[in-house]
């Protein structure tokens, strides 16, 4: 029985050992589990194979002739095109020494001969997978510092929301985690908070850092940018989840906000909360038109307009939770 599904016909494995008999016994076993098994004799023709094909992860063992299998490991790292390629060693129980050194290197699994094709294949799938994760992982911290580039973009032409997306997101993400939302949607969320004004990029800095009150064509124009901020990201599939938070972080609980006057649970969750820690930035911050407001009466507001610009049921689970956390802040202070 397989310990976990990894594998696929795609799935190359480089098997580098100098006993005929044993390289195939591994083969056979890789093979039966949908995997294409190279073969080598040692260290040098390994890396000759290496010219050929990039495997997904190499199996050597540690004792062979013309170059064992630490020479062949060191020779690989030194290559960048094969440093990300897991390895796995196999060795005799002499050879404490041997894998020692390899640990020291950076070589993380060993196998003992003789070889159980089962311990073999549950080892190969068990780094495989925690390889996969690492990329996943790595693929999520690229995105996201992209993200935080056009954040950054975004605020360098509105001067006086610099640092907005950032608060906003932090807020929303308490929330949020208060709430137990699942991670793949605390990762959307940290997208789409950083997001959410990015249609902004499209508005002429001139009606962006405007002192003073926008004529109805300037609304207009700033009103565009749910909008344009979906369009934006609608094709980049990856980034599909942020669209609630671009297109609906104005839309009120009455209906009266804006792009779609949707109403009530109409709005979806994700709008809902960011509406509320929009505003409450935007309040609690110096804008052109209007003074930084305390946070207490910033607090009123939001239970005022709780069933009429806010969700009532979400308005004070974000008051708690930013209570809290100002509470937090100043006994740390205190400390």
Same mark, same amino acid.
């Given at each position: 029985? !397989?310990?976990?599904? &990894?594998?696929?016909?795609?799935?190359i494995?480089?098997v580098?050992?100098?006993?005929? #008999?044993?390289r195939?016994? &591994?083969?056979?076993?890789?093979?039966?589990?949908?995997y294409?098994?190279?073969?080598?004799?040692?260290?040098l023709?390994g890396l000759?194979m290496?010219?050929k094909?990039?495997?997904?992860?190499?199996?050597?063992?540690? +004792?062979?002739? /013309?170059?064992?299998?630490? /020479?062949?490991?060191?020779a690989?790292r030194? +290559?960048?095109?094969?440093?990300?390629?897991?390895f796995?060693?196999?060795?005799?129980?002499?050879?404490?020494?041997?894998? #020692?050194r390899?640990?020291?290197?950076?070589v993380?699994?060993?196998?003992?001969?003789?070889?159980?094709?089962?311990?073999?294949?549950?080892?190969?799938?068990?780094?495989?997978y925690?390889?996969? @994760?690492?990329?996943?992982a $790595?693929v999520? $911290?690229?995105?996201l510092?992209t993200?935080?580039v056009l954040?950054?973009?975004?605020?360098? !032409?509105d001067h006086y929301?610099?640092?907005?997306?950032?608060?906003?997101t932090?807020?929303?993400?308490?929330v949020?985690?208060?709430?137990?939302w699942?991670?793949? /949607? *605390?990762?959307?969320?940290?997208f789409g908070? !950083?997001l959410?004004?990015?249609?902004?990029?499209?508005i002429?800095?001139?009606?962006?850092n405007?002192?003073?009150?926008?004529?109805?064509?300037?609304?207009?124009?700033?009103k565009r940018?749910?909008i344009?901020?979906?369009k934006?990201?609608?094709?980049?599939?990856?980034l599909?989840g942020? *669209?609630?938070?671009?297109?609906y972080h104005?839309?009120?609980?009455?209906?009266?906000?804006?792009p779609? +006057?949707? !109403?009530?649970?109409?709005i979806p969750? $994700?709008?809902r909360?960011?509406?509320?820690?929009?505003?409450?930035?935007?309040?609690?911050?110096?804008?052109?038109y209007?003074?930084?407001?305390?946070?207490?009466?910033v607090?009123? &507001?939001?239970?005022k307009?709780?069933?009429?610009?806010f969700?009532?049921? *979400?308005t004070?689970?974000? &008051?708690?939770?930013? +209570?809290?956390?100002r509470?937090?802040?100043? @006994?740390q202070?205190k400390?």
């Amino acid at each position: 029985m !397989r310990s976990l599904t &990894i594998p696929t016909p795609e799935r190359i494995i480089l098997v580098v050992e100098d006993s005929p #008999q044993i390289r195939n016994v &591994i083969a056979r076993a890789l093979m039966m589990e949908g995997y294409i098994a190279h073969q080598a004799g040692n260290g040098l023709d390994g890396l000759k194979m290496l010219e050929k094909v990039t495997p997904h992860l190499i199996l050597s063992d540690v +004792n062979m002739p /013309q170059m064992d299998g630490l /020479q062949f490991f060191q020779a690989v790292r030194k +290559n960048p095109a094969w440093t990300t390629i897991p390895f796995i060693f196999l060795t005799s129980h002499s050879s404490a020494e041997a894998i #020692q050194r390899g640990r020291e290197l950076g070589v993380e699994d060993y196998l003992t001969k003789p070889i159980d094709p089962h311990d073999l294949i549950k080892i190969i799938n068990a780094r495989l997978y925690r390889t996969a @994760a690492v990329e996943v992982a $790595q693929v999520g $911290q690229a995105y996201l510092d992209t993200v935080k580039v056009l954040a950054n973009v975004i605020e360098g !032409r509105d001067h006086y929301t610099r640092g907005h997306v950032e608060r906003v997101t932090t807020y929303a993400m308490w929330v949020a985690n208060e709430l137990n939302w699942p991670l793949q /949607q *605390l990762r959307m969320l940290e997208f789409g908070g !950083r997001l959410h004004d990015i249609g902004k990029i499209l508005i002429p800095a001139s009606v962006l850092n405007k002192p003073g009150r926008l004529t109805d064509d300037e609304w207009g124009m700033m009103k565009r940018h749910t909008i344009a901020g979906a369009k934006m990201l609608r094709d980049i599939q990856h980034l599909h989840g942020t *669209l609630p938070y671009v297109l609906y972080h104005h839309e009120k609980w009455d209906g009266t906000g804006y792009p779609k +006057n949707l !109403r009530g649970k109409e709005i979806p969750v $994700q709008g809902r909360l960011l509406a509320l820690a929009d505003v409450y930035d935007a309040l609690t911050t110096a804008r052109p038109y209007h003074t930084a407001r305390k946070h207490e009466d910033v607090i009123e &507001i939001l239970r005022k307009d709780s069933g009429i610009h806010f969700d009532p049921k *979400l308005t004070p689970i974000f &008051i708690d939770v930013l +209570n809290k956390r100002r509470a937090q802040a100043v @006994a740390q202070k205190k400390t």
